[in-house]
């Protein structure tokens, strides 16, 4: 597998990454360093194996639906950029 | 007759799928222990996994988990006993993760069906392709500040099922229906409140058209429509605009567009390049859920008697028609005011009276029917009364009126205002005579054949009885008399 400029691009994009186009080359050789790094993994035959999605065999832990959260409204705008009352304040988004 | 629209070149059908996203009845959001409840003080309802402060780790709601399955039981859907969440990744200002957690791959709940009735006595039968439960986003308020929107994570995190319809529905009623009876299955169930007005309940319209026998046409999807009325007119608009789109020899592109209720018609949503590039994975947080068969066969043990099954009973118990029954199934608390008039009473009587004076009384008072202007015991007592002989119909109304007015027992009132039907013969036959008598021309023109003429008698001789004459004894005198 091979990235391309472009892609390079649209992933920073993606991700919200903003990336001066003198990057983006160093970037692609990175990137296509690591993915053939994971690459490796291929070697390996998984058929007949069923996707694992997590590390462990535990069950999902579920929780009762009891209300034993929220209040703080305080704490949880601490580290706001910005707010007005008690909302947190953005740059205008308008749909 | 299917619906269709007339274009300049033909006939065009509509093809519509809807996906409806309702927000789950719980009282705790899907992950978090952080309330649900509607109308809070800003951010007052947020935990820190709901406001994605690093480290927080989900854990799913037992009993939001079943109110989803409860759901696809409701919907005659295939429970998935493995499921899986997943993250859809994309950047908004009101979605503090940076992804929703929702199912892409392995939904909770998988095909199911729902029936909806149509105008013309028809039904129809529209599939459901899957439930899957997500994580709802904040809200975000952009008219409180000249450059700055304002976010509350109150709702951030409540949970959500989004139900995909497959696209099997043909016309703005059948988009309708659907949603009512959808919202009405929901209602039953108790898993979601079906509030439009607060947004519990909203709809995303994928609308295509085509000519009879085609595939599929490109599909255009109207996000976010939040009444019945508002679908069925979405339906009909983009279905319109595409057709002028095809028939001036251009092409419908894929995409999102939001429709404006105030013009009637659909507008493209602002384009977000990227923002179909979901880039969705396996939420490494999260493992799969899986049910046991009997956790989910205990649910289903606990149903309620759902809608179409009420209906069928009351068409069957009760002898009414599938339209009564419908109208009285659509709400379970109408259902359940209907069967508490009704029990042991004549049902179709009954049914007359819920559907017709008492809706009436519900609209005039704006009251709704957990809150009633006349209880259903009063109307049943109402109803006793005609069914004993102490009033006659037309008095009924009268008194039910009163009912409303006064809130006083209908018996109390009869008594009152001495409102009692007479069926005293001989009051009945004096009341008779006397109309004759100032009739001589009119009972010369019934006996010479003008059958018609009766209804002015009986009309009179009531008249004459301040509306109180038991119908069937001024019947039988008048008949006797005119021979």
């Given at each position: 597998?091979?990235?391309?400029?472009?892609?390079?691009?649209?992933?920073?994009?993606?991700?919200?990454?903003?990336?001066?186009?003198?990057?983006?080359?160093?970037?692609?050789?990175?990137?296509?360093?690591?993915?053939?790094?994971?690459?490796?993994?291929?070697?390996?035959?998984?058929?007949?194996?069923?996707?694992?999605?997590?590390?462990?065999?535990?069950?999902l832990r579920l929780r009762e639906d009891a209300v034993n959260d929220g209040g703080m409204a305080e704490a949880v705008l601490a580290?706001?950029?910005?707010?007005?009352?008690?909302?947190?304040?953005?740059?205008?988004?308008?749909? | 007759?299917?619906?269709?629209?007339?274009?300049?070149?033909?006939?065009?059908?509509?093809?519509?799928?809807?996906?409806?996203?309702?927000q789950v009845i719980s009282k705790s959001k899907l992950f978090s222990g952080a309330a649900t409840a509607f109308g809070a003080a800003p951010n007052s309802q947020v935990s820190f996994v709901d406001a994605a402060f690093p480290g927080m780790l989900p854990v799913p709601n037992r009993e939001a988990i079943a109110q989803a399955?409860?759901?696809?039981?409701?919907?005659?859907?295939?429970?998935?006993?493995?499921?899986?969440f997943?993250?859809?990744?994309?950047?908004?200002?009101?979605?503090p993760q940076?992804?929703q957690i929702?199912?892409?791959?392995?939904?909770?709940?998988?095909?199911?069906?729902?029936?909806?009735?149509?105008?013309?006595?028809?039904?129809?039968?529209?599939?459901?392709?899957?439930?899957?439960l997500e994580q709802d986003a904040g809200?975000?308020?952009?008219?409180?500040?000249?450059?700055?929107?304002?976010?509350d994570l109150n709702r951030s995190g409540v949970a959500l099922?989004?139900?995909?319809?497959?696209?099997?529905?043909?016309?703005?009623?059948?988009?309708?229906?659907?949603?009512?009876?959808?919202?009405?299955?929901?209602?039953?169930?108790?898993?979601?409140?079906?509030?439009?007005?607060?947004?519990?309940?909203?709809?995303?319209?994928?609308?295509?058209?085509?000519?009879?026998?085609?595939?599929?046409?490109?599909?255009?999807?109207?996000?976010?429509?939040?009444?019945?009325?508002?679908?069925?007119?979405?339906?009909?608009?983009?279905?319109?605009?595409?057709?002028?789109?095809?028939?001036?020899?251009?092409?419908?592109?894929?995409?999102?567009?939001?429709?404006?209720?105030?013009?009637?018609?659909?507008?493209?949503?602002?384009?977000?390049?990227?923002?179909?590039?979901?880039?969705?994975?396996?939420d490494?947080d999260l493992l799969?859920v899986?049910?046991?068969?009997?956790?989910?066969?205990?649910?289903?043990?606990?149903?309620?008697?759902?809608?179409?099954?009420?209906?069928?009973?009351?068409?069957?118990?009760?002898?009414?028609?599938?339209?009564?029954?419908?109208?009285?199934?659509?709400?379970?608390?109408?259902?359940?005011?209907?069967?508490?008039?009704?029990?042991?009473?004549?049902?179709?009587?009954?049914?007359?009276?819920?559907?017709?004076?008492?809706?009436?009384?519900?609209?005039?008072?704006?009251?709704?029917?957990?809150?009633?202007?006349?209880?259903?015991?009063?109307?049943?007592?109402?109803?006793?009364?005609?069914?004993?002989?102490?009033?006659?119909?037309?008095?009924?109304?009268?008194?039910?009126?009163?009912?409303?007015?006064?809130?006083?027992?209908?018996?109390?009132?009869?008594?009152?205002?001495?409102?009692?039907?007479?069926?005293?013969?001989?009051?009945?036959?004096?009341?008779?005579?006397?109309?004759?008598?100032?009739?001589?021309?009119?009972?010369?023109?019934?006996?010479?054949?003008?059958?018609?003429?009766?209804?002015?008698?009986?009309?009179?001789?009531?008249?004459?009885?301040?509306?109180?004459?038991?119908?069937?004894?001024?019947?039988?005198?008048?008949?006797?008399?005119?021979?």
């Amino acid at each position: 597998m091979s990235l391309d400029p472009a892609t390079v691009r649209r992933i920073a994009k993606l991700a919200r990454i903003r990336v001066d186009e003198g990057q983006v080359e160093a970037l692609r050789a990175d990137l296509n360093s690591i993915l053939g790094w994971i690459e490796q993994l291929n070697e390996v035959d998984t058929d007949g194996v069923a996707p694992l999605t997590g590390g462990t065999q535990m069950a999902l832990r579920l929780r009762e639906d009891a209300v034993n959260d929220g209040g703080m409204a305080e704490a949880v705008l601490a580290n706001a950029p910005d707010r007005d009352g008690d909302y947190f304040a953005v740059p205008k988004v308008v749909e | 007759m299917a619906y269709t629209i007339e274009g300049s070149t033909g006939a065009w059908e509509v093809v519509v799928g809807l996906e409806v996203h309702a927000q789950v009845i719980s009282k705790s959001k899907l992950f978090s222990g952080a309330a649900t409840a509607f109308g809070a003080a800003p951010n007052s309802q947020v935990s820190f996994v709901d406001a994605a402060f690093p480290g927080m780790l989900p854990v799913p709601n037992r009993e939001a988990i079943a109110q989803a399955v409860r759901t696809g039981l409701g919907l005659a859907a295939e429970i998935n006993l493995v499921s899986r969440f997943d993250r859809k990744n994309y950047f908004y200002a009101d979605l503090p993760q940076g992804y929703q957690i929702s199912q892409f791959e392995h939904p909770i709940v998988g095909k199911g069906v729902v029936d909806i009735a149509l105008a013309d006595g028809s039904t129809k039968q529209v599939g459901i392709t899957r439930l899957h439960l997500e994580q709802d986003a904040g809200k975000s308020l952009h008219d409180q500040h000249p450059t700055k929107s304002f976010i509350d994570l109150n709702r951030s995190g409540v949970a959500l099922m989004e139900i995909v319809s497959e696209p099997d529905i043909r016309s703005p009623e059948e988009a309708g229906a659907y949603v009512k009876k959808l919202r009405s299955i929901l209602r039953y169930l108790g898993t979601c409140d079906g509030n439009m007005e607060e947004g519990s309940l909203r709809a995303d319209v994928n609308v295509s058209v085509r000519k009879a026998g085609e595939a599929y046409r490109t599909r255009c999807e109207v996000k976010n429509v939040n009444s019945v009325r508002f679908v069925m007119q979405a339906v009909e608009a983009e279905a319109l605009r595409q057709i002028a789109v095809w028939e001036s020899g251009g092409t419908v592109e894929q995409e999102t567009r939001l429709f404006d209720a105030n013009r009637g018609e659909t507008r493209p949503m602002r384009s977000k390049e990227d923002a179909h590039d979901y880039r969705y994975f396996p939420d490494p947080d999260l493992l799969p859920v899986v049910l046991e068969q009997s956790w989910v066969d205990a649910l289903k043990a606990a149903l309620p008697e759902l809608p179409d099954a009420k209906q069928a009973r009351f068409i069957r118990e009760y002898g009414l028609s599938p339209y009564d029954a419908a109208v009285l199934v659509a709400e379970q608390a109408t259902a359940q005011f209907f069967e508490a008039v009704a029990s042991g009473r004549d049902a179709k009587l009954a049914a007359n009276w819920v559907t017709g004076d008492f809706f009436a009384a519900l609209n005039r008072t704006g009251r709704s029917i957990e809150n009633p202007p006349i209880t259903a015991a009063a109307l049943g007592r109402l109803l006793d009364l005609m069914a004993d002989g102490t009033i006659n119909g037309k008095i009924a109304k009268e008194v039910f009126e009163a009912m409303l007015d006064s809130g006083e027992d209908p018996a109390a009132i009869v008594d009152a205002r001495g409102l009692r039907q007479v069926t005293d013969t001989s009051a009945i036959d004096a009341a008779v005579d006397a109309v004759l008598a100032a009739n001589p021309e009119k009972v010369a023109e019934y006996k010479s054949g003008k059958d018609k003429l009766f209804g002015f008698f009986v009309g009179n001789v009531m008249k004459a009885m301040a509306g109180k004459g038991n119908p069937a004894l001024v019947n039988a005198a008048l008949k006797q008399r005119l021979g």
